[in-house]
């Protein structure tokens, strides 16, 4: 795994770097070998490249949504609502005369930016949690712990619904939703890298030097902790995607007008038979968005744990 | 540590957990800007009457005795009135448990029916093309949002061919059979009801495939993942030496001890499945407590909705206490970690 101290081997003991450069050292070590290690995967598995390909074309297009979009994803145009893709429009138009390309396309963003933020508040709360909870061990730990066993406890979905209904159905509210069921995840994650980590040479020499603990989490542990948050973050963010755009096809995330895929889906619901376009395309966006980040979660766990690694 | 000692941690940490659950719930409500009082009297009540009402549910009391009162109404079985239809939120629950219950043990069937062999193909044939078809089939199935499938299997197989019925339970020309179980198909079996049986099976189809297959994605993923692990274990290999045929190798030595972790993901699906028959219901008009979540938020009716959340997460909490002490009676590994 990434974050295995450096020291391999006596070979490598020879090469060691004096005690005093111990603490940079190691660290930048970690990072190479498991840049490196990511590479080798993908270039062994055309599948998550496949993946990364996907993402980053998504992640494109959410950049540069207002180049790529035929038009302001909100203009109407009731004269000409239903018309089927052609080569002015070719995702075609809704039943409001909107182009769905364009919808779609600004679309990418509002998902991208949902999946990321939901992965990022959980990184962030679950690391501070769970380094919280290995670090201090004892009432910390159990307290903390047992917070993540309540919140494991609601499915996302469900607890989304229940605060849409509580506050009102939006976007932000059902992300803090999903965020709020993802971080348990992510905190005993934490916590288990913090308690492997927490009696590792270049720790004890940090508190040797007389560093402060806030100064040892924030500069030692976490860097050469996180990385296997990362890999599940990366296989998380296909399903919320997916919950976030179910939320709005159910009426309790993204509100109309907003460009939404799941909002989308919804409104060419009635439609579907006919003017199939309008709930297809963004449904397909769905699909690839989400299967890239499947792919690509797959691939980075595949290398980065040994054990599933010897499966392939 | 023996069996029972896991099973009562482990029942004691549920119980532990059920009880957060509670408190979570409740802190709900309380962040709740609505007025229960208002929603109960109307706005114009006079002010009486309020400060009555007020007293009667608890409402004037510090929080931690308002928790306590909560509490024991739950102990009781209380959950509340729904504004939706007056009615105590627990008969609510009651009448549309056993539609989901049905509905979730019907896409289980689907999920385990296909989810295991794919993945024992996959296995077995890693690399060659049954290992792609299956492994394609499984990460569309994790990938894809089952509402859009749903809508076109709807659109495709009952709007344009007509062979399969529409959403519903039963057509609207099938007299229900005797209530039993309140499972629609339980009940006709029971009963001796084959006309209602064969409506009801007929209507189950297109739900429990659609939110059976996000769950046999997931269950075709482990099983290969975890019958190529095993297949390369000496055991395995004794096996062969000894002139087993390869049928008996995968079958009889391999299969028992990967599906270990089988079990597992049919524990850790029920979460996702609980979350999908509230889509999934929502579009077929199945009449479970999915959507009943859905109506009761679309009408901002919180008793209704806190009820539903709390028994979902109940249910849920419950079905992965059962999946770790059937892990661990499994694998007795598990119970010394």
């Known amino acids: 795994m990434s974050h295995l101290p450096s020291v391999r081997s006596a070979e490598a003991l020879k090469d060691a770097p004096p005690p005093g450069a111990f603490l940079r050292w190691d660290r930048r070590a970690g990072e190479q070998s498991s840049a490196r290690l990511v590479w080798t995967a993908f270039r062994r598995s055309p599948l998550a490249l496949a993946g990364l390909v996907i993402v980053a074309a998504f992640v494109g297009i959410a950049v540069l949504a207002p180049v790529l979009a035929i038009q302001n994803p909100l ?59 290995g670090w201090h061990g004892g009432w910390w730990d159990e307290a903390l712990m047992r917070l993540t066993d309540m919140f494991l406890a609601f499915p996302p979905l469900v607890l989304a619904m ?56 924030l500069r030692h542990l976490i860097p050469n902790a996180i990385a296997p948050l990362f890999v599940q973050a990366t296989l998380d963010i296909g399903g919320i995607i997916l919950t976030a755009a179910g939320l709005a096809f159910i009426g309790f995330g993204a509100q109309p007008p907003t460009p939404e895929w799941g909002l989308l889906v919804s409104e060419g619901r009635s439609f579907l038979m006919d003017q199939w376009w309008i709930a297809t395309f963004p ?11 499947n792919l690509l979660g797959d691939g980075v766990r595949d290398v980065l744990d040994p054990r599933l690694r010897k499966v392939g | 540590m023996t069996l029972l000692q ?41 002010q009486d009457l309020v400060v009555t009402a007020r007293h009667q549910l608890g409402l004037d009391r510090p929080l931690p005795a308002q928790y306590g009162i909560y509490l024991r109404q739950l102990v009781r079985g209380n959950l509340g009135i729904s504004i939706m239809d007056n009615r105590p939120v627990s008969a609510d629950l009651r009448q549309y448990l056993p539609a989901t ?19 024992i193909a996959s296995a077995v044939y890693k ?22 499938l749903a809508l076109l299997l709807l659109g495709v197989l009952y709007v344009r061919l007509g062979v399969l019925p529409g959403p519903g339970q039963l057509g609207i020309y099938t007299t229900p059979p005797q209530p039993v179980t309140g499972m629609v198909v339980v009940d006709a079996l029971l009963t001796g009801d084959w006309l209602a049986l064969r409506d009801a099976l007929q209507h189950l189809i297109l739900p429990a495939a659609v939110l059976g297959y996000y769950q046999t994605g997931l269950i075709t993923r482990m099983t290969r993942g975890s019958l190529l692990e095993v297949l ?48 999934t219901e929502t579009i077929f008009a199945w009449p479970g ?13 919180i008793p209704a909705v806190l009820g539903v959340t709390l028994v979902i997460a109940v249910i849920y909490s419950v079905a992965n206490l059962a999946v770790d002490v059937l892990y661990a009676y499994l694998d007795p590994q598990i119970r010394y970690t």
């Open chain 2, 6 to 46: 896991y099973l009562v941690r482990r029942a004691g940490l549920t119980a532990f957990v059920i009880f957060g659950i509670t408190l979570v719930t409740f802190v709900l409500t309380h962040v709740v800007p609505a007025d229960p009082v208002v929603s109960y009297l109307g706005d114009h009540a006079p």
């Open chain 2, 232 to 279: 390369r274990q000496d055991y395995v290999r004794t096996a062969r030496a000894k002139g087993v045929s390869e049928r008996g190798v995968v079958l009889r030595h391999a299969l028992r001890n990967a599906l270990l972790p089988t079990v597992t993901v049919v524990g850790l699906a029920f979460g996702g499945l609980l979350s999908g028959a509230v889509l």
């Open chain 2, 101 to 119: 219950v049905e509905l979730a043990t019907a896409a289980m069937v689907v999920a385990i029916a296909i989810g295991v062999p794919a993945g």
């Open chain 2, 127 to 148: 690399d060659a093309w049954p290992d792609h078809v299956a492994r394609i089939f499984a990460l569309a199935g994790t990938s894809l949002p089952i509402f859009y």
């Open chain 1, 162 to 217: 229940a605060i849409s209904a509580i506050l009102r159905p939006s976007l932000t509210n059902a992300l803090i939703a999903i965020a709020i069921t993802s971080w348990p995840s992510y905190a005993r994650l934490a916590r288990a890298q913090t308690l492997a980590i927490r009696p590792r040479n270049y720790i004890e020499a940090a508190k040797a030097q007389g560093a402060r603990d806030l100064a040892i989490v």
């Open chain 1, 75 to 133: 203009a109407q145009d009731l004269n000409r609502r239903l018309l089927a893709p052609s080569e002015t429009h070719p995702f075609g138009l809704d039943s409001l005369g909107r182009d769905v390309l364009s919808r779609v396309v600004y679309g990418a963003r509002i998902s991208v930016v949902s999946g990321v933020s939901v992965v990022t508040a959980a990184i962030f709360f679950g690391t501070t949690a769970g380094t919280a909870a």
């Open chain 1, 283 to 293: 449904a397909v966006a769905i699909l690839l968005l989400v299967l890239g980040f």
């Open chain 2, 289 to 301: 407590i999915g959507r009943y979540a859905t109506n009761s938020v679309t009408n901002v009716d």
